[in-house]
C-alpha cells in the first residue's frame, strides 16, 4: 500500500512517523510505499490561533493533491495540531484519511481507561482532543501550567529537540495529572512530545498519540500487503 503523509509540522516528528512506518514495514509481504508533503508548521499554527479550519483544510487538500499524484491509497496528518481541521479535511479530502482522533479514541477503549490526562497544545487540551473524547472524563494542567505546557510544546517541536526544563515541566504536569487529579493515563496529544518521553521512565502511565497512529497505519498497510 502506497501511504501518503501530510508532515513539516513539526519536523521531528515526521521524522517519528517515518521510522515507525519504516520499521513495521519490514515484516510486511511486499514492499510499502511511502511519499511526505511537506506542509509549514507557522501556517498551521496561525490558523489554529484564529480557528481558521476551511482555510487550513484547504492548504492540507493541496498536499493531499500531491500526494494522490504521486500515487498514494490512503493518508494522514502527522500533526494532532493538524486534526483541529479533520473534519473539514474529509469532506474535500481527494484520498481516504487515517484519522489520528479516531485511532486514540479507540485505543483508549480497548485499554479499558475512563479518566485520562491530556498534554500538547492549549487547544488539543481545552477541546479534549476537538471533541473526540466526549466519552471519557478528561483532566488538564491546572492554573498557568497549561499555557505553559501548550507554549513549551510548541517551542520544542519547533526546535525539534526538548531541553531538560522542557522535559521536566511535561514530567511534573503528567504527574500532577495522574496523582492529584486522578488520571488513570497520559495521552501524549501531541505527536511531538515523544521528544521528550523516548527512553524515558516519567513514573506514570503514557500513550503516545504518534505511535497510536503509527501503528494504525502500519496495520493498513499490512492487511493490504497480505491481500495483494
Given at each position: 500500500m502506497h501511504?501518503?503523509?501530510?508532515?513539516?509540522?513539526?519536523?521531528?516528528?515526521?521524522?517519528?512517523y517515518y521510522r515507525g512506518l519504516i520499521s513495521?514495514?519490514?515484516?510486511?509481504?511486499?514492499?510499502?510505499?511511502?511519499?511526505?508533503?511537506?506542509?509549514?508548521?507557522?501556517?498551521?499554527?496561525a490558523n489554529l490561533a484564529v480557528e481558521e479550519p476551511v482555510r487550513q483544510a484547504q492548504i492540507f487538500c493541496r498536499h493531499l493533491d500531491q500526494l494522490a499524484a504521486a500515487g498514494a491509497e490512503i493518508a494522514a496528518v502527522t500533526s494532532i495540531a493538524g486534526h483541529f481541521c479533520i473534519r473539514e479535511l474529509e469532506v474535500i479530502s481527494p484520498l481516504?484519511?487515517?484519522?489520528?482522533?479516531?485511532t486514540i479514541s479507540d485505543e483508549l477503549n480497548r485499554r479499558g481507561l475512563r479518566r485520562i490526562g491530556l498534554l500538547g497544545s492549549v487547544t488539543a487540551m481545552e477541546s479534549s482532543l476537538y471533541g473526540t473524547l466526549a466519552e471519557f472524563d478528561?483532566?488538564?494542567?491546572?492554573?498557568?501550567?497549561?499555557k505553559r505546557v501548550g507554549e513549551e510544546y510548541f517551542a520544542m517541536a519547533a526546535a525539534q529537540q526538548c531541553d531538560q526544563r522542557q522535559r521536566e515541566l511535561f514530567f511534573s504536569a503528567g504527574a500532577e495529572l495522574c496523582s492529584e487529579q486522578g488520571a488513570e493515563a497520559v495521552l501524549l496529544a501531541g505527536t511531538d512530545l515523544f521528544l521528550a518521553f523516548s527512553d524515558a521512565t516519567?513514573?506514570?502511565e503514557v500513550i503516545d498519540s504518534a505511535e497510536v497512529h503509527i501503528q494504525a497505519l502500519a496495520l493498513l498497510a499490512g492487511e493490504a500487503s497480505l491481500d495483494g
Amino acid at each position: 500500500m502506497h501511504i501518503g503523509l501530510i508532515g513539516g509540522i513539526g519536523p521531528a516528528a515526521t521524522e517519528f512517523y517515518y521510522r515507525g512506518l519504516i520499521s513495521a514495514g519490514s515484516s510486511m509481504s511486499s514492499p510499502m510505499e511511502l511519499t511526505i508533503a511537506h506542509a509549514d508548521m507557522n501556517t498551521l499554527r496561525a490558523n489554529l490561533a484564529v480557528e481558521e479550519p476551511v482555510r487550513q483544510a484547504q492548504i492540507f487538500c493541496r498536499h493531499l493533491d500531491q500526494l494522490a499524484a504521486a500515487g498514494a491509497e490512503i493518508a494522514a496528518v502527522t500533526s494532532i495540531a493538524g486534526h483541529f481541521c479533520i473534519r473539514e479535511l474529509e469532506v474535500i479530502s481527494p484520498l481516504p484519511l487515517v484519522d489520528a482522533l479516531a485511532t486514540i479514541s479507540d485505543e483508549l477503549n480497548r485499554r479499558g481507561l475512563r479518566r485520562i490526562g491530556l498534554l500538547g497544545s492549549v487547544t488539543a487540551m481545552e477541546s479534549s482532543l476537538y471533541g473526540t473524547l466526549a466519552e471519557f472524563d478528561v483532566v488538564l494542567p491546572q492554573g498557568a501550567d497549561l499555557k505553559r505546557v501548550g507554549e513549551e510544546y510548541f517551542a520544542m517541536a519547533a526546535a525539534q529537540q526538548c531541553d531538560q526544563r522542557q522535559r521536566e515541566l511535561f514530567f511534573s504536569a503528567g504527574a500532577e495529572l495522574c496523582s492529584e487529579q486522578g488520571a488513570e493515563a497520559v495521552l501524549l496529544a501531541g505527536t511531538d512530545l515523544f521528544l521528550a518521553f523516548s527512553d524515558a521512565t516519567p513514573g506514570f502511565e503514557v500513550i503516545d498519540s504518534a505511535e497510536v497512529h503509527i501503528q494504525a497505519l502500519a496495520l493498513l498497510a499490512g492487511e493490504a500487503s497480505l491481500d495483494g
